[in-house]
């Protein structure tokens, strides 16, 4: 009797552990994943009350690591950059690199927006902006991106209303303190839901914010390598395809490739059957590229970073969490530039995903699209920002003098040829036949945003 009893124990013992283990694995799947650092909007009200802005940065940076973590599902360092590390930071890279950088930090609560500001040398600052609840912040931010992407309004201005919005609430309340230290460069670090913000087209009523600042998007200070590099003399390793399977053909590659490997910057180009994931590892084995060039469909999907990928020659793709085998911080690239890349835009996981790019992939720096600029649009960019780079060797500020050339209209297509910084040329007969057109509307430069270092 009491031998039956002690089994029936063990079996009620063995069930009950089972149904734990099950319950537990289950729940991870089906709940999202949540930052164990969270601040709330009591640790908010503490902050302000408290003046105790120090420890707001600090639990911000905290919560977006965990944020990136939880999304690529692995440890990508252990927070250690305080806000007075930042500000320390600053400072040198304002020294080496001859510019006046800062840091606003971006988060969206349930009936205010908050905005931190750390400047070289300088303790943090906190400003609230109280017309900015959180819904009515984000249906801005769709309604910008509507705005700028829909092909209907490409000749109107009707992005310039959500465009002035954002800048009042994003950059306004910290101007003064801005001019006053001659800022020149801005890390913009955005929340859930802002990190597809088209950046670049922020208004501030007369002019755009990139006709003032030179602007980068970082996903977390601490999750950015900030070492300075000069990159004038550095070599490119361009490839691309400009014919695909399934998805759409991009005629400018060719074009664009040759262009820059010719005529802009020092380096080799490798087209269509020569674009695989082992030619370029080979290729990076043979001489340490310091700047890689993708011109090719890549995607940030909503789920997993598995979704997520980057376009190669035939059926061969590389997903974001396998994004390591190109072994792009082996030594770290520079740059790392997607030409024809999109984002599924308001989605937090792609969001991640985009944000993340420099994270994942081991580079200093990435340029990429937000959504699929036109195939020659993006060529038209793309051949202004390696002419301004070679002249400007600072990624954020070539960026920003390649936009400005756009949106001031002295880029367009005249008669076959693409007119720009560096005169005309000539273009094949498959998009010579897009006719005369200027890229001045923000659909064709605001996608583009520099990702991580901004020098």
Known sequence: MMFHQNWKKRIIFCLLFTLLFVSTITLNIILPKQSAIAVKEEDWDMFLQQKNFIQAVNEVEQHWERDYENYFDENLGDFSV????????LSNSSQQTGTKPAVIWVWQRQKQMQLILITPGT???????????????????????????????????????????????????????LETEKIDTIMFCLGLGLRTLPLAVLHDGENFIIEKYAVARIPAFNLIDTNYNK???????????????????????????????RFLWEGKAFINQEFTVK???????????????????????????????????NDEQISLDEVEKLKLNQPPVELLVLSACRTALGDREAELGFAGLTVKS??????????????????????EFYEHLQKTPLKAEALRQ??????????????????????????PPELAEFGDATFSHPYYWSAFTLIGNPW
Do not use: C
């Not at 081991?362 to 051949?383: E, F, H, K, P």
């Open 82 to 89: 305080t806000a007075e590390d930042i500000a320390e930071t």
């Open 123 to 177: 303790k943090p600052e906190i400003y609230s902006v109280t017309d900015a609840d959180r819904q009515k912040l984000i249906n801005t931010i769709r309604r910008l991106n509507v705005e700028i992407t829909n092909p209907r309004k490409r000749n109107t201005t009707s992005y310039l209303e959500p465009a002035q919005k954002l800048y009042e609430w994003m950059v306004k309340p910290l101007e003064s303190r």
């Open 231 to 261: 990159i004038k003399n550095a070599q490119i390793l361009a490839m691309g395809a400009s014919e695909f399977k399934e998805l759409s053909s991009l005629p400018a590659v060719p074009v664009e490739i040759n262009k820059i490997t």
């Open 279 to 313: 030619n370029l590892q080979q290729q990076r084995q043979k001489q340490a590229y310091e700047i890689v060039h993708l011109a090719t469909h890549a995607e940030f999907r909503p789920g997993k970073p598995d979704k997520s990928y980057i376009q190669f020659w």
């Open 362 to 383: 081991g580079v200093r720096s990435a340029l990429a699209s937000l959504w699929n600029v036109s195939d020659i649009g993006t060529l038209a960019l793309m051949t």
């Open 402 to 427: 390649a936009q400005v050339v756009m949106l001031k209209g002295k880029v367009g297509i005249d008669q076959g040829e693409l007119n720009g910084t560096r005169g005309e040329l000539q273009l």
